[in-house]
T-cell receptor, first 117, second 112 residues
Framework: AQKVTQAQTEISVVEKEDVTLDCVYETRDTTYYLFWYKQPPSGELVFLIRRNSFDEQNEISGRYSWNFQKSTSSFNFTITASQVVDSAVYFCALSEGWWGGSEKLVFGKGTKLTVNP | DSGVTQTPKHLITATGQRVTLRCSPRSGDLSVYWYQQSLDQGLQFLIHYYNGEERAKGNILERFSAQQFPDLHSELNLSSLELGDSALYFC???????????FGNGTRLTVT
């Protein structure tokens, strides 16, 4: 069965610090997709990134970067030079592909990040 | 703005009642998903519709039902409400083929 574990429940940092959010997943499939979503205090879920299981290249988008390692079943998210506006709950999610006709997501429990000024 | 519209934003109702949550997907998206977010269960998949047809069911109670209409909007019906149904209900839409899900702002349901 699919499972996503975000072991860090809460993280607190001071502005400009770098912070890494951990995500470990379990799946029996060879084809799957990994996602990160952000939920700011206002409550909406904002899509950040999707990565498929065949693409292990790391990705950088501005201050955000993602490290995908199949060998350790991890898909970690790093925010460089954190800002107060980064304060949110971050969710990692897994989808096992389209084979069943549905790309439903399995979410981790989330990591609450607080960036203090 | 994700382009997914959910109404109403907030809903307060009593136990035993029935409510309907509405979702309009992004233009062009054929897939609609419903998720429930509660403090104890986290984000849980409820149901998926694709172009009017049910594609997958998750942890959806028998008291809950959904449908997707020809214009692709979707409704989630919750009946015989219990205190434990209080949660944030999200609708998401996607093009399909493992495109990212784009979520609406959610409907916060409070059952008193």
């Amino acid at each position: 069965a699919q499972k996503v574990t975000q072991a860090q429940t809460e993280i607190s940092v001071v502005e400009k610090e770098d912070v890494t959010l951990d995500c470990v997943y379990e799946t029996r499939d060879t084809t799957y997709y990994l996602f990160w979503y952000k939920q700011p205090p206002s409550g909406e879920l904002v899509f950040l990134i999707r990565r498929n299981s065949f693409d292990e290249q790391n990705e950088i988008s501005g201050r955000y970067s993602w490290n995908f390692q199949k060998s350790t079943s991890s898909f970690n998210f790093t925010i460089t030079a954190s800002q107060v506006v980064d304060s949110a709950v971050y969710f990692c999610a897994l989808s096992e592909g389209w084979w069943g006709g549905s790309e439903k997501l399995v979410f981790g429990k989330g990591t609450k990040l607080t960036v203090n000024p | 703005d994700s382009g997914v519209t959910q109404t109403p934003k907030h809903l307060i109702t009593a136990t035993g009642q029935r409510v309907t949550l509405r979702c309009s997907p992004r233009s062009g998206d054929l897939s609609v998903y419903w998720y429930q977010q509660s403090l104890d269960q986290g984000l849980q998949f409820l149901i998926h519709y694709y172009n009017g047809e049910e594609r997958a069911k998750g942890n959806i109670l028998e008291r809950f039902s959904a449908q997707q209409f020809p214009d692709l909007h979707s409704e989630l019906n919750l009946s015989s409400l219990e205190l434990g149904d209080s949660a944030l209900y999200f609708c998401a839409s996607s093009l399909g083929d493992n495109s990212p899900l784009h979520f609406g702002n959610g409907t916060r349901l409070t059952v008193t």
